[in-house]
């Protein structure tokens, strides 16, 4: 029986590790977790997500994902506009979202072009 979500895959493409861990450990603010032995040599770089991973794999035929998406939850409403600033200065376009009524959220693309959700919990 599946007990929970383990870890979200983004595809990147190749050379992507130093924008990889700008974007997601320097921007985002997430912990990189060091790839064990047996995968390290495919490249990518791992983070820490709450409880999970995300994985930001190596393709090398690249196409982003511009409609599925990771959906990343954010500790509250004022963290989540703060989220939407630091991202903005960081040169993502944020796009925010009314069509869940009560629901903070919004839009971004990692620099590779894929799509997140970022929304307060």
């Known amino acids: ?10 595809a990147a493409p190749p050379g992507c ?17 060091p790839k064990p032995e047996g995968v390290a040599a495919s490249g990518g770089a791992w983070f820490r997500c709450g409880a999970q991973q995300l994985h930001v794999g190596v393709a090398e ?5 511009v409609k599925a998406h990771p959906g990343f ?3 509250g409403g004022e963290r989540l506009t703060a989220l939407a600033a630091r991202l903005g200065a ?6 925010w979202d009314e069509r869940i009524p009560d629901v903070a959220r919004f839009f971004a ?7 997140l959700e970022f ?3």
Do not use: C, T
């Open 1 to 10: 029986m599946i007990a929970g979500l383990d870890h979200v895959q983004l």
């Open 17 to 33: 590790e130093p924008e990889a861990r700008r974007y997601f450990g320097d921007v985002l603010g997430l912990e990189e977790v």
């Open 61 to 65: 035929a690249f196409v982003p994902a």
């Open 73 to 75: 939850a954010v500790d």
């Open 90 to 95: 960081a040169g993502s376009e944020v796009e």
């Open 109 to 115: 693309h990692d620099p590779w072009g894929n799509r």
């Open 119 to 121: 929304r307060a919990v």
